[in-house]
């Protein structure tokens, strides 16, 4: 069964400002390191997490 996880708009920046806050990096510096392939593993989870949390926010925010 697959098991479905909700999250208020609000939930979502908040998680968003967290994962930013543990790579140690603003969204722009995380963005630009992921498009030159500059990411670690756990920095290119982060950005993969954070461009679906943006998915769900878009039109949101």
Known sequence: MTM?????PEQLREQRLR???????TYEELRERASVYSLS???LDVWH???GIDY????DC
Do not use: Y
């Open 4 to 8: 479905v996880i909700h999250r208020t």
């Open 19 to 25: 994962l930013l806050e543990e790579v140690g990096m």
């Open 41 to 43: 593993m756990d920095e």
């Open 49 to 51: 997490t954070i461009e």
């Open 56 to 59: 769900l926010l878009d039109g």
